[in-house]
Each structure stands twice: as structure tokens, then as C-alpha cells.
């Protein structure tokens, strides 16, 4: 092994030498030992410099992490499932005609409470939304309840293939029923809900309490529709210095603060074929009565108020677009049976002697078949005279402050509003029409008068030549004149909005996005995740900030403390040395020549 010396690491006057046949075993390998451990803490000394030192590559690292954890999701590309830090959400509309299943994504919420979560439609690989419908309505299964879950079966197992099986105990799912549950008996719907509640979590992993299957109110699916379209409109961000449009908002419960600042929202305009809805936000000095009106907080923290809104909410069943027809020809059908009685006529009765309808195109036959009778109609194509004849539909009164049917309707400022209206509002100016988007009064009943005095033939012929929209088919071309004479009627005399309004926008897509209720239900039942999240993180930051309070802010206590323990060894070393100097080498050995070591005082 050959001589080991030590002198490079001491002063001149402490040096000296040692080898495995001069030095006594004990104090050679003792000496070794110590040695070993000086280096030991030079090398660890080493790493801590270069690797804990260097904030700038662990702040990298760090912000490359919160990337992952925290940047919005792209609204057009294929969602990447590979991403740990992604949560998924299901909502299934059980529509009276069908069910609509919808896969939503979001990734971890961002750590300001007064920020929603960034929730956006999951995509697939050809970036389309994951999205499944099905036919028929789930109402059908009234009779059969215990077929609820089967019925299910498909959309679920479609949801369940794109969502990653890691994520899916932690998938929270909603199977929310409308307007065809709605009219069902409640003990059919408690049936086909029990089905629900007790088969699914039997075959499948997702997040999915007894609450998260349930019909919904005409009320609560306003409320979601309004809270969909103003988030895909940006109105719930906080708002930025010399941020547009902002309102000043007195909350409730909170009169003694200052009013918050904000974004204005928009209301919501949606006519279907059954029902017609309207929702728009209220100032906290308007008295609604508790059933028209929706208080609540979308934050995730009952303490912070940035988000309560107060929203007046309505839905009109029996006033939508083909309820709406199917009454005026039942109206019809009682006019020509109380005529002909009365003055001994046929009209309506043969082909040759039609009735004549207004709401129709001009030479276009339709007929009406009713118990076991047919009506026949021929088009008369006159937009105002149709008006008339279908404003009574409304029972509007002459009561001030009202609305459809006499409903209560709290005052808007139409000129700081601003109303989108979907489903028919925007059939009606677009399918046909080609004038969807910015809402012209004018502009457009000069449109609809045109269309409805333009003779079937050249209709059907511009049809035939694809002048019309790919959504418009022969039904829509038949009832179109009806159709707008109906969707002017409920806006202008029904809720009353001005013939010069000009902040209406008919819409079925917002930023390339189809806009649907679900999306509102998942940002309400999940409102209360980012407190999660929020905790998780600050729990995580403490411990991140006792690593960094003993490692990295505090790396001169730690050279310090390296420091002492270095001179601790260096005096034990040369304490041995001089105890060596002063023994003789025998008492050195032990009895037998075994090594002894000295005591040191």
C-alpha cells in the first residue's frame, strides 16, 4: 500500500508520517476513518452548490411543473390524455327526444379563489368534442324502468373509452333529466332514477352519488344555459384596468361594502320546439319574486362574493316554436268548424276549397288531421296579417312589468344590455334567412315579408339549387313564415324589446363553440373544486417553503455548521497526535500484543 501522507492537508509544524508497519493499527485505521469522512463532507458540500444553489434551474423546473399543473387548455385541439394533470367531467342531457352525453376537461385550478376553473369540451384525436347522442328520450322507458341503466349503457361506455382508466374513480358524473321527465308521474321518474342510482356504479368506476341523477327545473336549466354562454364569453374573468363594459354591483348581504366591479353579463334568449326561455341578470334593488329569480355564487368560496349573481329566470311551456303552430291550428280547426256551422260553408273541408292561410307561403297546401277529420289549407303568404292572427298566443295583459301569460318581468336597461339568442331565434334568421349573427329588426322583416309572399314553386325551387342553409329541410322551408312572424312576436310584443334594440345576436356557435347548458351544470357542480385544489397547494407551499427555508435561504447556516464540524475533526486529529508523540509504543498494545486504544480525557 505504501506511504500515506497526510501533510498537504496541515501545517508545516503538524506534519507527519505514517504506513501500515510504523503506525499502531488502531490509530491508523481511526485516522483513515476521519479522513473518509472529511471527503464525505467535501463531496456532499459539492453537490449542495451545484445542485440546491442553482435557483434558476430549479425555478425552471418549477414553472415547467406549474405549466403542466395550470395552462389553459387549447379550445380547438385534440385534448392530451397522457396530461396527469388533467380532471375530467361528464354530463348526459336526458332530452325529451334523446340523450346527449358531454366529456369536459380542466386542468387544476390556478390558485386564485377568484378565478373559476378553466373547463373546456374534451376532444378526440381527430379534435372533434367527445360528444354521443341517443334516441329515444329516456322518458320513453316509463314503463320500463329497470332498463334505465341499459338504455345508459352505450354513452357511458363511449365516455369511458376516451377518459383514461387512471382518471376515472375521480371522473365526477351528472345524468341531469328536462322537459320529457318533467311531465312524467313522479313515481315513474323515481323509478327510472332508482334504475339509475343503483346499476351504474355497479358497472362502472365514475365519481357518481345518488344526487348527481335527478330531473331538473325549467328554472335550473335557464340558469345553467345563462352561466354557459357567459363563460364562453369571457364574463366571468376578472376584470383589468380600463376593462370595457364593467358594472358596478351591489351584492346581497353585503350592504355594507362598496358595490363590486365587474364585467357586465349578457342574457339569454332560447326558443325550442316545446318551451321558450329568458334570462338575464338583476340589480339587487329589484324585488322578483323567489321563483322567477336564482341567487348564487359561482366561487369556490362562500366567503368571497366576486361571483354571486342574481338572475332572473323563466321558463313559458306551450311556447315554443311547433307548440306555438300546433296551437294556432288548433285554432284554426275551431274557426272553420264555427264558420261553416254558422254560415252553412266548407271551407277547409275539400282541396278545392281550401283554407286560406297567412302564416303559409303564397300557393303552398298543407294539411291539418285531427280527430279522424283533414283540413285543408293553401298559403296566403301575408307576414302581418299572420302577425295578427297569432298575437293572442302570447296572453299578454295590459298590466305594466309583464311578460308572456301575464309572468312578471323586471325592467332591463336595454341600453347597457346584451341578449344572444339561441335554438329558433337563430333558425329563424339563419337556416333560411342567411342573416344569423347581429339582430336587424328591420332588415329582417323586410326579409320574412319577402319569404313569405315569394310563391312554394320558386321556394322549392331555390331549395332544389342549395340557396338555403345544409340545416334547412322541407319543414323548415313550409313553416318558415310562421316561424317568424312567431319569433318577432314573442320578442318584440312578448318581452317587450324595443323594435330599435340593437345589442341582440342570434347564435348557435360563440368563438367557434356550440353553446349548451351542460356546460353551466358542470361550472356550477364543480364551483366548489378549486377550494380543493387551493388548499392542496397552500398545504404543499408550506412544505415547500420549510425545504427552502432549511436549504436554500438558509445556505450560509449550513457552510457555517459544515465549518464547525471540519474544525471539530481537525482538533480530535491533532489531539491523537499528540497523545501518540507522548506514549511509548507499548502502551500502544494491549495484553497478547493486542492493540489498545489510550483513553482521551
Known amino acids: 500500500m505504501g506511504r500515506f501522507c497526510i501533510s498537504c492537508l496541515f501545517p508545516a509544524s503538524w506534519h507527519f508520517s505514517l504506513s501500515p508497519s510504523t503506525c499502531p493499527r488502531p490509530f491508523n485505521s481511526t485516522f483513515r476513518q476521519l479522513t473518509a469522512l472529511v471527503l464525505l463532507t467535501v463531496f456532499v458540500s459539492l453537490l449542495y452548490v451545484l445542485l440546491v444553489l442553482d435557483k434558476n434551474r430549479w425555478g425552471r423546473l418549477y414553472q415547467d411543473r406549474g405549466d403542466r399543473y395550470f395552462t389553459k387548455l387549447t379550445d380547438m385541439e385534440a385534448t ?72 345508459l349503457a352505450p354513452l357511458l361506455n363511449f365516455a369511458a373509452d376516451h377518459i383514461p382508466h387512471s382518471k376515472h374513480q375521480e371522473t365526477p358524473l351528472y345524468i341531469l333529466c328536462t322537459a320529457g321527465m318533467r311531465i312524467l308521474p313522479e313515481n315513474q321518474q323515481n323509478a327510472i332514477l332508482e334504475d339509475l342510482r343503483t346499476d351504474i356504479p355497479l358497472n362502472f368506476d365514475f365519481l357518481f352519488a345518488d344526487s348527481h341523477a335527478e330531473v331538473i327545473s325549467g328554472k335550473q336549466e335557464g340558469v345553467y344555459a345563462w352561466i354557459g354562454i357567459n363563460f364562453v364569453l369571457g364574463r366571468f374573468d376578472h376584470i383589468s384596468d380600463g376593462e370595457d363594459s364593467v358594472v358596478e354591483v351591489n351584492l346581497p348581504g353585503t350592504e355594507a361594502q362598496a358595490a363590486v366591479l365587474r364585467k357586465r353579463t349578457a342574457g339569454v334568449l332560447d326558443m325550442g320546439g316545446v318551451s321558450t326561455q329568458i ?69 277547409g273541408l275539400t282541396e278545392e276549397i281550401p283554407y286560406l292561410d297567412p302564416c303559409l307561403p303564397v300557393d303552398i297546401k298543407d294539411e291539418i288531421h285531427q280527430g279522424g277529420r283533414t283540413v285543408y289549407l293553401r298559403g296566403l303568404g301575408d307576414f302581418n296579417w299572420c302577425r295578427q292572427m297569432i298575437s293572442p298566443f302570447l296572453n299578454k295583459t295590459n298590466e305594466t312589468s309583464t311578460s308572456l301569460s301575464g309572468v312578471y318581468q323586471p325592467q332591463v336597461d336595454y341600453q347597457n344590455s346584451e341578449f344572444y339568442g339561441f335554438s329558433e331565434f337563430y333558425y329563424c334568421t339563419e337556416d333560411v334567412l342567411r342573416m344569423g349573427g347581429h339582430y336587424d329588426v328591420a332588415k329582417f322583416t323586410k326579409a320574412a315579408q319577402d319569404y313569405c309572399a315569394t310563391k312554394w314553386t320558386i321556394l322549392k325551387e331555390r331549395f332544389d339549387r342549395g340557396l338555403y342553409s345544409s340545416h334547412a329541410d322541407l ?33 348557435q356557435l360563440v368563438y367557434d363553440k356550440e353553446v349548451q347548458w351542460t356546460l353551466g351544470a358542470i361550472l356550477y357542480r364543480t364551483r366548489y373544486l378549486p377550494l380543493r385544489d387551493i388548499q392542496l397547494d397552500n398545504f404543499k407551499g408550506n412544505h415547500t417553503h420549510w425545504r427552502g427555508f432549511s436549504f436554500v435561504y438558509n445556505h450560509y447556516l449550513f457552510f457555517g455548521c459544515f465549518l464547525v464540524v471540519l474544525l471539530s475533526i481537525l482538533l480530535y486529529l491533532l489531539r491523537l497526535r499528540r497523545i501518540h508523540r507522548r506514549m511509548p509504543h507499548s502502551m500502544w498494545m494491549g495484553e497478547g500484543g493486542l492493540p489498545q486504544m489510550p483513553e482521551v480525557a
Open 80 to 151: 392530451d390524455i397522457k396530461n396527469p394533470y388533467l380532471n375530467y367531467g361528464i354530463v348526459i342531457d336526458c332530452g325529451s327526444s334523446g340523450s346527449r352525453l358531454f366529456v369536459y376537461c380542466w386542468p387544476r385550478h390556478n390558485g386564485n379563489p377568484h378565478d373559476l376553473l378553466d373547463i373546456k369540451q374534451m376532444r378526440g384525436r381527430n379534435r372533434q368534442p367527445v360528444v354521443m347522442k341517443i334516441k329515444p328520450g329516456i322518458s320513453d322507458l316509463a314503463a320500463t324502468p329497470e332498463k334505465a341503466s341499459d338504455y
Open 279 to 347: 334570462a338575464y341578470e338583476v340589480p339587487k334593488t329589484e324585488e322578483v319574486a323567489k321563483n322567477l329569480l336564482a341567487e348564487f355564487n359561482l366561487g369556490c368560496d362562500a366567503h368571497h362574493t366576486e361571483h354571486v349573481y342574481r338572475v332572473y329566470v323563466t321558463t313559458f311551456l306551450g311556447f315554443g316554436g311547433n307548440a306555438a303552430r300546433k296551437r294556432y291550428e288548433e285554432q284554426i280547426i275551431h274557426k272553420i268548424t264555427l264558420t261553416n256551422r254558422l254560415l252553412g260553408q266548407k271551407t
Open 475 to 507: 319543414h323548415r322551408l313550409k313553416y318558415q313564415c310562421f316561424k317568424s312572424a312567431w319569433m318577432y312576436e314573442v320578442l318584440h310584443s312578448g318581452f317587450s324589446f324595443p323594435v330599435n334594440y340593437t345589442n341582440l345576436k342570434t347564435a
